[in-house]
């Protein structure tokens, strides 16, 4: 089967390795609809020259209209940038929010994240059993290195104390980012597909998506895409929707779901599994799982942040944009990437 790259025309790369990092240092960049800039404030100094007094506290008036007005404006001109882009993550899991991430680091690549939840991040609020600490396997502590989340180290793995100061703090920097937009709340009904080549997502408010039954007709809207990376984690109510429509419509033979849990095994299957499975469309995180029969690995969290990472650089190869699977990459290569283009990685992802 061909690849998306077959179907793509290479477009100059305006990717600086010196003004780019592989550890994330924010890119200033020229979106396509240019956003109102606030003005910079020295917030320390700020704070010192005039503190407030809580016991009289009172806000600057503003009227109501406004309120409605700069939200309005603001949500509309990123529907209108990007209802034709570059990227569209669908689910912002561990696996999704890392693939985003990763994405964002290059800032010709316009990457949007299509969420049906109010609240980002899937899963990984919580480790197993609604307990607090996450696990996470070496080499995948590299990845936490570069956010900035500290751990407790052991021999071979690390555990954060909380799994929410993972997600907050890769949500905190890569919704800073000038090329990304989250639209939470928003569910992916359907593919767009055109010559056997999914080319984008059928949208609508997840509230809606929820209540067709209930109400008459209530039409979508559609998102546009050179590449769509689904990540809607393993079965459920939300889960494995990209897989399962490709099925549907006889682009893949089957979803048989994921397998028993072997921590060992899946993890490392995840990540070498994580591949474009039919052209325009690559699958990361435990959606990997679902459609390879693959074992689920309970609560830990390396193979969900390194799918994403190579699911991105899988996306970066196919928009012709400097990737570490073909060695074109300028800078530093974490050891888990690696070892996520090691041969057997390289021919699956080929497939």
Not at 130 to 150: C, Q, T
Not at 194 to 214: F, P
Not at 274 to 280: F, I, L, Q, S
Not at 288 to 313: C, L, N, W, Y
Request: proline content about 5%; overall charge negative.
């Amino acid at each position: 089967m061909a690849t998306l790259t077959s179907f793509l025309c290479s477009k100059p790369s305006v990717f600086d390795p010196h003004k780019s990092s592989f550890h994330g240092a924010p890119i200033a960049t020229q979106s396509r609809l240019n956003p109102v800039k606030s003005t910079p404030v020295n917030l320390s100094v700020t704070s010192a020259a005039t503190p407030y007094d809580l016991r009289s506290f009172k806000f600057e008036p503003i009227k109501e209209s406004i309120v409605s007005r700069e939200m309005t404006r603001r949500y509309m001109t990123d529907m209108i940038t990007f209802a034709d882009t570059d990227v569209v993550v669908v689910g912002a899991g561990s696996a999704g929010l890392s693939c985003a991430y990763e994405l964002s680091k290059n800032p010709s690549v316009q990457v949007a994240i299509i969420e049906q939840s109010v609240s980002p991040g899937g899963g990984a609020w919580l480790g197993g059993q609604l307990f607090s600490a996450m696990v996470v396997r070496k080499p995948a502590h590299r990845f936490l290195d570069e956010l900035g989340v500290e751990y407790d180290e052991q021999d071979n793995y690390v555990v954060i104390k909380h799994a929410a100061l993972f997600t907050s703090t890769i949500m905190s920097k890569l919704l800073a980012r000038p090329n990304v937009k989250l639209f939470n709340a928003v569910a992916a009904e359907d593919l767009i597909i055109k010559e056997g080549k999914v080319g984008g997502v059928v949208t609508n408010w997840a509230l809606v998506s929820m209540n067709h039954d209930t109400q008459s007709c209530m039409d979508p809207n559609v998102m546009e895409a050179k590449v769509v990376v689904s990540s809607c984690g393993h079965d459920g109510p939300f889960g494995a929707t990209g897989v399962k429509r490709l099925k549907s419509v006889g682009m893949i033979d089957s979803v048989p779901g994921m397998k028993a849990l072997d921590m060992n095994t899946a993890e490392d299957e995840i990540v070498r599994l994580t591949r474009e499975v039919v052209p325009g469309m690559i699958v990361t995180g435990m959606e990997v799982a679902e459609i390879d029969g693959s074992p689920r690995m309970g609560p830990t969290f390396g193979a969900m942040m390194i799918s994403g990472q190579k699911a991105a650089h899988l996306a970066l190869k196919a928009l012709g944009q400097p990737n570490a699977l073909d060695g074109t990459y300028v800078g530093i290569l974490h050891p888990e990437l690696v070892l996520a283009a090691a041969d057997d990685a390289a021919v699956i992802a080929e497939a």
